[in-house]
């Protein structure tokens, strides 16, 4: 291992500690809403770079370019098609929420239904967490990073031990951010890796495709549109990860519940400082997940021809790029900010689980007439517990079958897509009772657990996700139809919140949903597989003539504003 690679990766990663301690040592963190929310201060800027953040972990970055090294541009699904979610929450359920100045998403569940069902998905949520995301997280991460700087022979360990030393050093450090520095610090760290992290992933596509060109650029991508085009399909059919119809049916839902309803990732927005702000950032995180592609996915297509068909594991495609392509010092670099991204989601997930716990179910139970600061200090106690297990678990999962990802997103079924029918059915509806979101709820996990674990079921499980939406939706009002609340439901307002939403909304929505058809032309049949590059100019044109009618609309809107302040 280079020490030019050690030293740019701690010299990243210590400005990043030393940034956040500086911002955040001054603040005391005692309150529910200082700790648990960043006292309801955050910017766009701060949101949109903690929500991608949160999101993109090594998880991310392997099992994505692994699906395009073996498949093609179908798995973009996931993330392009989440620009399109965004838009939809920012301009629905983010108002939503801060009008009603909400902590948590069961707090929302409470006050549509009763207690109880709060509790049961708070359990789920903190299920999810605990069993799935956090230690898969930790082994993922500790994979990644013990790949590239060869931590077993460095210290003549075992992968086992490898794996378990690095996940136990994200865990102290994960415990530093959401422990000790709550929300607020989480968001300050992930906005500094944020930009670095874009700015590194896009490095490996750039030198990736300079190394495949024999040091050309040029050569290098027309190698990648001309050598293997099929690869650059995003069209998915049957037999890929990502069938192109699981994006109108199961992912449309599970990417709803994850942006929308998943407390880990609606947090950021329920802290922000203003509806205005809230909105901004959402969006804006749309833009990144569309634009994600690039360094996530065609990575990997870089690997498949760079390496060839059978270079070995898929897994193992994105370090061993990383280490091929980037200068020694780069590397440091780019590791530093995927060990931010890693740092972002177990961190980020952990300070949402103290929120869950320390609110929904040790207030409830033993905190009356506790104060905030006593909370607080009970959160930060489960946290600690949850990360020491979390860490004692990571190492373990090398021993779990291959295909991680997809598997990952199958699992994350039990939780997801039941907890989003209810939130749904209780924002459209005024008198299903709480019974219902109840029965839903269990007859959809084990509808579901029966499908993946019992039956050989032979539909995709996103289309399974979706049908058990539609059954369990109308269930529901079908409940609701005969035994009905006694009143109907009406939302409580927090005056304390300023709800003004963000005047560009509606045209930084339209540039994001452009943004995705246009992802979907350039990587299908009629874009760069195809040798006709008529539709792909007609997209363009079209696009400078949308671009022109929002910038005339801005200006107009301008000079209206202009006129009225100088009456």
Same mark, same amino acid.
């Given at each position: ?67 395009? #090294?073996?498949?093609?541009?179908? !798995? ?6 989440? +620009? @399109?979610? $965004?838009? /939809?929450?920012? *301009? %629905? ?86 422990? #000790?520095?709550?929300?607020?610090? !989480? ?6 890796? +944020? @930009?670095? $992290?874009? /700015?590194?992933? *896009? %490095? ?364």
């Amino acid at each position: 291992m280079s020490i030019t690679v050690l030293l740019s990766f701690f010299l990243f990663t210590g400005f990043v500690v030393a940034y956040t301690y500086n911002k955040v040592k001054n603040d005391k963190n005692t309150s529910q809403d200082g700790f648990f929310l960043g006292g309801r201060s955050l910017t766009g800027g701060l949101i949109a770079s903690s929500l991608i953040l949160t999101n993109l972990s090594a998880t991310s970055f392997v099992g994505m370019s692994a699906q395009a #090294y073996t498949h093609n541009m179908s !798995v973009m699904g996931w993330e392009v098609a989440s +620009g @399109v979610t $965004l838009v /939809i929450i920012a *301009l %629905m359920l983010v108002p939503r929420y801060l009008k009603q100045g909400i902590t948590t998403i069961p707090d929302f569940l409470e006050s549509r239904y009763d207690l109880s069902v709060k509790k049961f998905v708070t359990l789920l949520f903190l299920c999810q967490y605990v069993i799935n995301i956090l230690p898969t997280t930790l082994y993922a991460g500790a994979v990644v990073l013990g790949e590239i700087f060869d931590v077993q022979a460095l210290l003549g360990i075992s992968e086992f031990s490898s794996i378990a030393l690095i996940a136990a050093t994200i865990g102290l450090l994960g415990f530093f951010y959401a422990i #000790y520095g709550g929300l607020k610090a !989480v968001v300050i760290a992930d906005t500094i890796n +944020g @930009v670095g $992290l874009i /700015i590194g992933g *896009l %490095m490996i596509p750039v030198f990736g495709l300079m190394v495949l060109g024999g040091g050309s650029f040029g050569a290098g991508l027309d190698t990648l549109l001309t050598a293997a085009p099929e690869k650059l399909q995003s069209v998915g059919t049957s037999t890929d990860p990502l069938p192109f119809s699981t994006l109108f049916t199961g992912l449309l839902l599970v990417n709803l519940y994850y942006w929308g309803t998943d407390q880990s990732i609606i947090q950021r927005a329920l802290g922000a400082k203003n509806l205005k702000e809230g909105q901004k950032g959402v969006i804006l995180a749309g833009a990144i997940k569309v634009i994600s592609p690039l360094f996530l996915i065609i990575p990997g297509i870089i690997a498949f021809h760079i390496f060839g068909a059978d270079a070995g594991n898929p897994d193992t495609m994105y370090t061993r790029l990383v280490n091929e392509v980037l200068p020694k010092p780069l590397v440091g670099f780019f590791v530093a900010v995927m060990f931010g991204a890693i740092l972002s989601t177990f961190n980020g997930v952990l300070n949402s689980s103290t929120t869950l716990f320390a609110l929904n179910v040790y207030k409830p139970l033993f905190g009356k007439g506790k104060t905030d600061e006593e909370l607080v200090s009970k959160g930060r106690i489960f946290g600690v517990i949850i990360a020491i297990i979390s860490v004692c678990i990571a190492p373990f999962i090398m021993y779990a079958p291959e295909g991680l990802f997809q598997y990952l997103q199958m699992v994350a079924g039990f939780f997801s897509v039941p907890i989003f029918t209810i939130v749904f059915v209780g924002y459209i509806s005024k008198r299903v009772p709480a019974i219902a979101a109840k029965i839903a709820l269990t007859v959809f996990v084990l509808s579901y657990a029966a499908m993946q674990l019992v039956f050989d079921t032979p539909i995709h499980f996103l289309h399974q996700l979706a049908i058990l939406f539609v059954v369990c939706t109308a269930l529901m009002f079908i409940i609701g139809h005969f035994m009905p609340r006694e009143t109907e439901y009406v939302m409580p307002i927090n005056e304390n919140i300023d709800v003004t939403p963000w005047a560009f909304r509606f045209e930084a929505s339209a540039i994001i949903l452009y943004m995705v058809l246009g992802a979907y032309v350039m990587f299908s049949d009629v874009g760069f597989v195809s040798n006709d590059p008529t539709v792909m100019q007609v997209y363009g044109f079209c696009g400078l003539v949308m671009l022109a009618g929002i910038a005339f609309r801005l200006l107009r809107r301008k000079a209206k504003n202009k006129a009225v302040a100088c009456a």
